[in-house]
DNA sequence: CGGTTTTACCCCCCAAAGGGGGGTTTTAAT
DNA sequence: ATTAAAACCCCCCTTTGGGGGGTAAAACCG
């Protein structure tokens, strides 16, 4: 039997899951957390075979969360759970050692196959999740860690000046930065800019 | 017995929520929608005292969907079920006549209470955003209509010039509106103007 | 090894944003 | 009838952004 753990601030939701998971037999639920902190705690005392992870935690980023547990669990298996299905974000999942990614209007049975592949070492893609990420799309924007923190700078409203000073880099090369931003994104300006980047949450 | 409808595109809250409600024995679920479309259609046929209703649907947004319906139906209750606690979509549902509020992460007896407050014509806030709309934050920021309208059109990366153009006015007097807007919203530059109105759901 | 990507840097020029003033008129509420 | 708030308009001036060119070292990967 797989033994399931569950980290989802939704308190209800968290509760379909179980019963879900439950009333399947496929697998048992070992623990439920409402929070990355309360997660940490209990991980290694639950030892699940499978972590079904909510990207949208509210006290840590989904991201680093999954790396955290990775790191000192690699034998657990996480498959993320998410409302939003951004390329980027799945992206950074995966390459995180995420094992699979659901959203979280998936069917019930997508759910209790993620969680059987997975626990079986597979790699495990939703329906819609598998289409994002096969289909080429101008969706599918990829920015190396430099260009993200400029990019992260740029929405905290910081000018070039300001973030020249911060990373110690010439001004010059934060413009050089910023135009290749507007490009890569395909941005008229910084308004849309700062727009796409939480939008697709590229930060 | 008090008859709920449901529409949440998240299938597994759905479910959550369904057995909630039916074993608590206050109400009952006579209905369940995934999207605005599908509510549309059934919901002159549930006819249900309290429809549990999802702000951020795939199809439609909450305030329009939430207008709708009262319109159509004065005499359903609507309780606004969301993720997220943004002081102006919680304040735009309840102008357009939502009668309570809960976030998802809310306990399982204040789902319960909600749907009880709501069908006995009573409005109902549950905690959190109780606490959200009473307490005086910074967060409490309330724009007209027409410095949304301007917000939106500077987060499509509009300018000056060009919204003028658009809504038939001065330049100038777009300008006052950015200042204004800028002032307003504490924001240093249109970046975080832009970011503070996605984060805060503004527009 | 060679090719690609990332990172970092520089120039010019002009349009747009942003900060500071100054107003009037319309509309809704008290 | 007064007041407050929203909506509207105009001037000046400085800083920033954005479009157009470039160069070149390091890092990554097959």
Same mark, same amino acid.
């Given at each position: 039997? /797989?033994?399931?753990?569950?980290?989802?601030?939704?308190? /209800? @939701?968290?509760?379909? %899951?179980?019963? %879900?998971?439950?009333?399947?037999?496929?697998? +048992?639920?070992?623990?439920?957390?409402?929070?990355?902190?309360?997660?940490? %705690?209990? %991980?290694?005392?639950?030892?699940?075979?499978? !972590? @079904? !992870?909510?990207?949208? *935690?509210?006290?840590?980023?989904?991201?680093?969360?999954?790396?955290?547990? +990775?790191?000192?669990?690699?034998?657990?298996?996480? !498959?993320? @759970?998410?409302?939003?299905?951004?390329?980027? /974000?799945?992206?950074?999942? *995966?390459?995180?050692?995420?094992?699979?990614?659901?959203? +979280?209007?998936?069917?019930?049975?997508?759910?209790?196959?993620?969680?059987?592949?997975?626990?079986?070492?597979?790699?495990?893609?939703?329906?819609?999740?598998? *289409? !994002?990420?096969?289909?080429?799309?101008?969706?599918?924007i990829?920015l190396?860690?430099r260009e993200r923190e400029l990019l992260r700078l740029i929405s905290e409203g910081l000018t070039n000046g300001e973030i020249a000073e911060q990373i110690?880099l010439?001004p010059e090369t934060i413009k050089g930065y910023r135009k290749n931003l507007l490009l890569k994104l395909g941005a008229k300006n910084t308004a849309v800019l700062v727009k796409m980047a939480l939008e697709q949450k590229l930060i």
């Amino acid at each position: 039997m /797989i033994s399931v753990a569950i980290v989802d601030d939704h308190k /209800i @939701l968290t509760e379909g %899951l179980q019963s %879900l998971i439950e009333d399947s037999g496929v697998a +048992k639920v070992v623990g439920v957390a409402h929070s990355a902190a309360d997660c940490r %705690l209990s %991980l290694g005392f639950w030892k699940p075979d499978v !972590l @079904l !992870l909510d990207v949208g *935690l509210p006290d840590s980023s989904g991201v680093d969360f999954c790396k955290e547990v +990775k790191a000192q669990f690699p034998e657990i298996n996480v !498959l993320a @759970l998410t409302t939003h299905n951004e390329y980027t /974000i799945v992206r950074q999942m *995966l390459d995180n050692g995420a094992s699979g990614y659901l959203v +979280k209007n998936a069917m019930a049975d997508e759910v209790l196959a993620g969680i059987a592949a997975v626990a079986a070492g597979k790699t495990f893609l939703c329906h819609e999740i598998d *289409l !994002l990420m096969k289909r080429p799309s101008p969706k599918k924007i990829w920015l190396s860690p430099r260009e993200r923190e400029l990019l992260r700078l740029i929405s905290e409203g910081l000018t070039n000046g300001e973030i020249a000073e911060q990373i110690f880099l010439s001004p010059e090369t934060i413009k050089g930065y910023r135009k290749n931003l507007l490009l890569k994104l395909g941005a008229k300006n910084t308004a849309v800019l700062v727009k796409m980047a939480l939008e697709q949450k590229l930060i």
